[in-house]
């Protein structure tokens, strides 16, 4: 915050938040693995903050193995013993534990030829989508939402998926006035 370029109302809270506001949030995200690592911290954040999730980031990194689908995939009941000792992150089984499912999961798609990032961008034929006002959630969020719990997915409400969908620029809901909505609108 070290500039006063308008800016989207909660990248005003914390530095942490602005660097992640200016650097990161709303940029389409294409990586199959990057999409899943952020669902699957989207979902250690329900009944959180972003910000505790975002200052715990890399401690998570290094807890779930680089976010490698096929490692966490693996992980047995040690791994979550492990992982309900580490003080670095946040220590819920059920997440913990939608975590390796999730992996699982990602892998089975691979698997049957069915990549990640083509499942989550088919949602929006593939385009980023211009946000219009304030939503916790929308139709397409549900739909996600639906189809992601259908597959085995937890911790995927409809209010998860579309502050994922936010992250990971398949919507841009910037504020009208940020002057990253423009920015990450030339992206899509």
């Known amino acids: 915050m070290s500039d006063d370029r308008p800016r989207c109302a909660w990248a005003m809270r914390d530095p ?17 693995r990057m999409l899943w690592e952020t669902l699957m911290l989207e979902g250690f954040q329900a ?18 193995a680089g976010f490698d689908p096929l490692k966490v995939a693996g992980f047995g009941e040690r ?4 992982l309900m000792n580490d003080t670095g992150i946040v220590r819920a089984r059920a997440k913990i534990e939608a975590t390796i499912r999730g992996a699982q999961i990602y892998n089975e798609m691979q698997a049957n030829g ?20 304030v939503h916790t959630e929308t139709g397409l969020s549900r739909a996600i939402s639906k189809e992601l719990k ?3 997915f937890k911790f995927v409400g409809p209010t998860i998926v579309h502050a ?25």
């Open 114 to 133: 069915e990549n990640f990032g083509a499942f989550c961008w088919a949602f929006t034929d593939g385009k980023p989508l211009q946000g219009e006002g």
């Open 79 to 82: 791994d979550i013993a492990r």
């Open 150 to 152: 259908r597959r085995g």
């Open 164 to 188: 994922w969908m936010q992250a990971v620029g398949m919507v841009n809901d910037h504020a009208p006035d940020c002057f990253r909505r423009g920015e990450v609108a030339a992206l899509g």
């Open 47 to 64: 009944g959180l903050s972003w910000t505790v999730i975002l200052r715990k980031r890399e401690n998570f990194r290094k807890a779930f």
């Open 16 to 32: 942490l938040e602005c660097a992640y506001h200016d650097s990161e949030w709303g940029v389409p995200e294409r990586d199959p």
